[in-house]
């Protein structure tokens, strides 16, 4: 008594697989949800089709298409319940022919090697075992010789496996391989999956899409997907140790950078040259604080990826609860260029906080070593400052205090707050937050641009607000005086709030 035969292959998976790319199909709908549970081939249009049910029957040498013979085949194929029909070359079929098939219920396929097509099915449906350690032998061993890192790997896996490869982080994320990512699962294709690192929770995965309706496919690639999951994990250790290695040397340098004496020691100096570090240009400090749940060292790709899309030019150095990082100037930078890159580092701020919870400050420009290490320290006060400073998009440039910044400590009095309450009265309970648009427009030297963009709103808002608000104050915003006083009572109101 036998056993069950191998379990069929979906015909429009066999059209997915690498190994039928040639294959076109000349008659009959090619999503049609027909099973193929049998291979057989025939030397040609004379033979006879006969012969278990189910089967794709391959004609392995060519023939007169315009002959009556490939009708006679056709129609004994059909009778004897062949689902399709494998016909060497890939032109089209005389009309009658097409009209046959189609009135016959059978697809008629074409390609250039009906043989190799037809083997490749056999083994899918006999052979699943060797289907299987054929692509686990030929995983380990790419595995093995790829050089590079994760990058080169996920590669050489789509290229063994002749399909798309994705790595994904924790978020679901391509982190390697084609964009847009893996499709959704339907009918037609499976998504497999396999967690990289499990050691670490939301370390990410190892995702490859299938056609649905090929077990032994499905089975290789699986197993192919224990196999490189282990050789992808180690790439991706290997990667972090070196990463981190990086960070500990630019952290280390940067400490003793910003500890060290007025004058700097021979040794310190090459390493800081090493490393790309202008020590003598001008300089202007830079600090992102960030909550303690982020860590710096991973999270440094996307402070870089927000300074490259702002095309700030900037070294950004892994720094406790966060980056310091600084621009260097060759030369002085007149007033003009540095209030460009004042709007560039905000510009930076704005696209990083829409990833990354973050407050940041910036320094003035000072020059040297010993200029680098002050411009930090003032960068680092500033961030403090930032974190509690909403209305300003938590970003706070110690240029732009000015002389509000130093008369802020007195405006938190009890003296000065009642009076300051009593000049924005006229702003209370009025629509569309004037207060904080107010605010935010001064913070930003009255830039409509940049307001807009720290509270998230159409430039056009901002200037129907700011005329709003000089209406019911009655005040002017270009008087020096009048302005400094309502910015000083803005900054007083708001931190008490």
């Not at 032998?137 to 595995?143: L, N, Y």
């Not at 077990?215 to 999951?229: I, Y």
Request: include cysteine; aromatic fraction near 4%.
């Amino acid at each position: 008594m036998t056993g069950p035969g191998p379990p069929p292959v979906a015909l429009r998976a066999l059209l997915a697989h690498p190994d039928w790319a040639g294959a076109t199909v000349l008659a009959g709908d090619a999503e049609s949800p027909v099973v193929v549970r049998d291979v057989r081939t025939v030397p040609d249009l004379r033979a006879d089709p006969s012969g278990p049910p189910g089967a794709l029957l391959a004609v392995a040498l060519s023939g007169d298409r315009e002959d009556w013979h490939l009708d006679v085949l056709l129609r004994r194929a059909a009778a004897a319940r062949v689902v399709a029909v494998l016909l060497p070359g890939t032109q089209s079929l005389r009309i009658a022919s097409h009209l046959l098939a189609d009135r016959v219920g059978l697809m008629v396929l074409g390609t250039d090697d009906p043989l190799a097509s037809a083997l490749a099915a056999t083994r899918l449906l006999r052979e699943p075992d060797q289907v299987v350690a054929d692509l686990v032998t030929r995983t380990a061993a790419v595995c093995a010789a790829v050089a590079g890192g994760v990058d080169e790997l996920v590669a050489g896996l789509a290229r063994v496996w002749r399909r798309p490869v994705w790595l994904l982080d924790g978020t679901g994320g391509v982190a390697a391989g084609p964009e847009p990512g893996p499709p959704d699962a339907s009918a037609v294709v499976t998504v497999l999956r396999r967690s990289v690192g499990t050691d670490r929770p939301r370390s990410g995965s190892l995702a490859v899409a299938v056609p649905t309706g090929l077990p032994a496919e499905r089975a290789a690639v699986e197993a192919a997907l224990g196999v490189a999951v282990g050789a992808v994990g180690q790439r991706m250790a290997e990667k972090r140790l070196a990463v981190e290695r990086d960070a500990r040397l630019r952290m280390s340098l940067l400490t003793e950078l910003v500890q060290a004496p007025a004058e700097l020691d021979a040794v310190t100096r090459r390493r800081a040259l090493d490393a790309g570090w202008e020590l003598e240009g001008w300089h202007v400090g830079i600090r992102i604080d960030v909550p303690g749940t982020v860590d710096p060292v991973t999270m440094r790709p996307e402070v870089l990826r927000a300074f490259d899309t702002a095309h700030l030019r900037a070294f950004v150095v892994e720094q406790g609860s966060g980056w310091a990082a600084w621009s260097t100037f060759p030369d002085e930078p007149a007033a003009e260029q540095l209030q460009r890159h004042a709007t560039v580092v905000r510009r930076a701020q704005w696209l990083l906080r829409s990833s990354l919870p973050s407050a940041m400050g910036v320094g003035r420009v000072h020059r040297g070593a010993t200029g680098l290490a002050r411009t930090l320290g003032e960068a680092d006060d500033a961030a403090r400052l930032a974190a509690a400073r909403s209305a300003s998009g938590y970003f706070v440039h110690v240029d732009r205090l000015g002389l509000g910044q130093l008369l802020l400590g007195w405006t938190r009095t009890d003296t000065f707050l009642p009076a300051a309450r009593s000049m924005l009265e006229p702003l209370r309970d009025q629509p569309g937050d004037l207060l904080t648009t107010l605010t935010a427009y001064l913070d930003a030297e009255s830039s409509l641009t940049e307001t807009a963009a720290v509270l998230g709103v159409h430039r056009n808002t901002v200037t129907a607000r700011i005329a709003r608000a000089q209406e019911l104050l009655g005040m002017e915003l270009t008087d020096p005086d009048e302005r400094l006083a309502l910015h000083l009572a803005c900054r007083s109101v708001l931190f008490h709030t």
